[in-house]
Every structure is written in C-alpha cells, then in structure tokens.
C-alpha cells in the first residue's frame, strides 16, 4: 500500500467513525461500536500492521496520525458509554421508583423462637443473680471431656456422639472437638475467675447421632453452676422451679430421678411432662443436674473443701419445644418461613 492510498485509507475511516458514532444511540449498540474500531479485528488494527512497511521518513508521518485517530475512537467511546449509562441509569430509576408512603407495608423479620426463650432464660437467671457467660463452639478434648472427669473410654467421646476436628495428639488439650455439651464453660469459667461464681451459658452443642423428633446433631443447651459455701441439691429445685414457673406462667409437671454424669455427683435427671393438644401425653428428658464433682472443681484450681455447689445443663430446644407445643425439633432448624412466622 502506498502512503497516498493508506492516507486516504485512514481518512475515509475517520469519517465512517464520526457517522457511526452518531447512530449509537442505546447503550447495547456500543458493542458493536467497540469491535467495529477498537477490537482485535477492526480497520484500524489492520491499517496498524502495514506501518511497518513504510520507510522511516513515512513512518515519522503516519505514526502521528494514525496514533492520534485511535485516541480519539478511544476518548469518543469513553464518553458516549459515560452519557449512555447514565441516562440507561436515570431511565430504570424512573421505573423503579416508589412512594414509600403509599406502599403495602412490607413484613418484618422476627426472632427465631430459640432465641426469643433463650432471652427470657437470661432474664429469669439474671433476676436470681446469675451472671451470663459465653464460649467457643469449637473446643479442646481438654475442656470438653478431660477437665469434666469423663474417662478416656467414655462412650460419649466415641465417633458416634462427637464431631472431632482433630484427634490424633496424645495431648487431649492439642485435639479439637464441637463441643457436645455447654459444660464447657462450667471449665472456663471456673479456671477465669475461681469460687463463688452464679453463672449460666446458653449457647449451641453439636452431636453426631441419630436423628428423631426430639434429637437434632445442633441444638442449644443452657448450662448452669452455682459454686459457693453451704449449697444443697435444695437450692437447685428452688432456682428450676422458679424458672419453670416463670416461663411457662402455669404449673409444669416434672420428675427427678437418678442420673449419671462423671462431673457430679450426686447426679440426677429432670423430665417434663410434654403432652400436645390432641396426643397422648409422655416424660421428655429435659435437663442433667447434679452437686459439682470435687475433682472438677480440683481440676480448676477451686478449694473443693471450702466450696461447693450444683451445675445443671438443660435443653433448650426442648424448652421451646414445651413452651410452643412443637412435635417435632427438627422444625426449629428447618428454616421454614411458614413455620417461623407463627412466632
Ligand atoms: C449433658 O449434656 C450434660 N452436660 C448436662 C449436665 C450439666 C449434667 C451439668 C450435669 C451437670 P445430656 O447429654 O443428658 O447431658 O444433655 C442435656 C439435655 O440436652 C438433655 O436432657 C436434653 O434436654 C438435651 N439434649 C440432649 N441430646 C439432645 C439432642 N440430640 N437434641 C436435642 N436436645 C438434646
């Protein structure tokens, strides 16, 4: 190509520009805009390759020129995406638009049943002077089971009830579980701020097992320990008859009865009475309690001569399931919004 033909080339593309420019009109014209002068293929790339033809005097010529129209192609297109998106911008603002005063109130997200009795859980324990403390779901073999006296063969720490994160260190305070009860923090608490200490921690466990209508692999428990001078199992009826009373606002039939948890001892279980409108009535393990076992109390640094005391862990997705007469605990983490907006 001479220099005369590839001046004219560029100077008829120039103008094929400036009329295609002006027909872009909406936004998904711009496309075919770009690929038509800028992209891979367009005139002005091919014009590009036969630069290298001309001598250097020709070049010194072209360069300029051909360099100047790629910027302008670039700046125009820049520009006109800038205005086009804005008005595409300004036109669905116009459709979206909404009185806010006029509209359909829309609907307001409530508490999840759980939290909602875990709240008023706190705020009975609260009047009777119990502080609420917190822990890690993720916990140390150490903290889950060691400090709590369970034994090394303990079924509970079997690959059927626990999820482990890791297992393999001889050093139970190196492996890592999903905590399988909030008893944990009975541990925590009692190494942080020793005896007397009025706490409860509410808060989610994990157990591998079998599912059913009244188990679920995550669910909440609430544990409690009161450690003092002078405590009896006495106090601990006295404070769940008190929180029984307040929740459900009307009398709730319980059964005590022995029960076994290495980290108390004397150590009992409490039933409920669960009986829905319509169904056969029947006893749902509710809670394990017990007097605080001295060698956990040893194991936190607490003189188990001078003090002592109860712990307590209930569930309390079982609670919600009492208070709201639902058959079936899976429901609460079903997240159903049918289901959770009766609450
Ligand atoms: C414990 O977890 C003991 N840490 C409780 C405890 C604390 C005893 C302090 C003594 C002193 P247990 O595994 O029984 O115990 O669970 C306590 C309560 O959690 C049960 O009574 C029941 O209400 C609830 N629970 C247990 N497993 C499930 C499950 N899979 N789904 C729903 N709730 C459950």
């Known amino acids: 190509m ?88 300004n036109e669905k603002l116009k459709e979206d638009w909404i009185d806010v005063t006029k509209s359909e109130p829309f609907s307001v997200g409530n ?19 119990f502080e609420i403390a917190d822990g890690p779901e993720v916990e140390t073999e150490w903290n889950n089971f060691d400090a709590l006296n369970v034994p090394q063969t303990h079924p509970a720490r079997d690959m059927q009830d626990t999820f482990w994160i890791s297992k393999d260190s001889e050093n139970s305070h190196e492996n890592s579980v999903l905590r399988t009860q909030t008893s944990n923090i009975q541990i925590r608490k009692m190494i942080e701020h020793g005896a007397p200490i009025r706490i409860i921690a509410p808060g989610r466990v994990f157990r591998n097992e079998e599912l059913d209508a009244t188990h679920d692999a995550t669910f909440y428990q609430v544990e409690g320990l009161l450690v003092d001078e002078n405590i009896t199992l006495g106090h601990l009826k006295g404070i769940l008859e008190k929180m029984l009373s307040e929740l459900f606002e009307k009398e709730i039939k319980i059964r005590i009865r022995p029960g076994y948890f290495p980290f108390v001892e004397p150590g009992l279980e409490v039933d409920i009475w669960f009986e829905l409108p319509g169904k056969e009535g029947k006893w749902l393990e509710f809670m394990g309690a017990g007097m605080v076992h001295p ?3 040893r194991n936190c640094g607490v003189d188990s001569k001078k003090y002592g005391g109860f712990a307590f862990g209930f569930g309390l997705t079982r609670l919600v399931m009492m208070k709201y007469e639902i058959e079936d605990i899976r429901l609460l983490s079903s997240q159903k919004k049918e289901f959770l907006e009766q609450f």
């Open 295 to 297: 060698s956990v109390l």
């Open 111 to 129: 508490l999840h049943p759980i939290s909602k009795i875990q709240r008023r859980v706190e705020q009975i324990f609260s009047s009777m002077g």
């Open 2 to 89: 001479t220099l005369k033909e590839f001046l004219t080339r560029v100077s008829e593309l120039e103008k094929r520009v400036s009329e295609s420019f002006d027909n872009v009109r909406i936004i998904e014209h711009l496309e075919a805009f770009f690929q038509e002068f800028l992209g891979k293929k367009s005139q002005l790339n091919e014009l590009l390759k036969h630069i290298k033809d001309f001598s250097p005097e020709e070049k010194k010529e072209v360069g300029p020129q051909i360099q100047q129209l790629k910027n302008k192609i670039n700046q125009d297109f820049l520009v006109k995406r800038n205005v086009l998106e804005t008005e595409a911008l």
